[in-house]
């Protein structure tokens, strides 16, 4: 063991040295500091405090999210509205005519799709599914 681990112990039993050693008294105040209780103490409300700043900080960034986000769908359409100056694009819906003849067909896949999500929701409030 070397010197300090031996000055340690016996303070630690309760030994007292001469006025004149430093790490002896030093050692002596760390142990008397140890035994007491630290004044400091949490408010009542800390916990709260925390909280509350937490919720901020994500309401913070959250907001910080959405601004971001509608920034680059922005950028996205300058972008395309650029590419499409600059490439000369025609866009043709020529397509849509032979559609056209298939717009029953699509009012009943609107229809039955609805259905379905009404359906499913019902069946799920009656099977106890929190839905959000």
């Not at 913070?60 to 600059?86: C, E, N, P």
């Amino acid at each position: 063991m070397n010197n300090d681990e031996e000055l340690q112990k016996s303070i630690e039993a309760g030994r007292t040295f001469p006025g004149d050693d430093l790490d002896a008294k030093a050692y002596q105040e760390v142990f008397a500091r140890l035994r007491k209780e630290p004044d400091n103490y949490l408010g009542v409300g800390f916990a709260e405090k925390v909280i509350v700043r937490i919720q901020q900080q994500q309401q913070k960034s959250t907001s910080r999210d959405f601004y971001w986000l509608a920034a680059g769908v922005f950028m996205l359409i300058i972008a395309m509205i650029v590419a499409v100056f600059f490439s000369g694009f025609k866009p043709g819906l020529g397509f849509l005519k032979g559609i056209s003849a298939y717009a029953g067909v699509f009012v009943f896949g609107i229809a039955f799709i609805l259905l379905l999500n009404r359906f499913d929701k019902k069946l799920l409030s009656k099977a106890g599914i929190n839905q959000p």
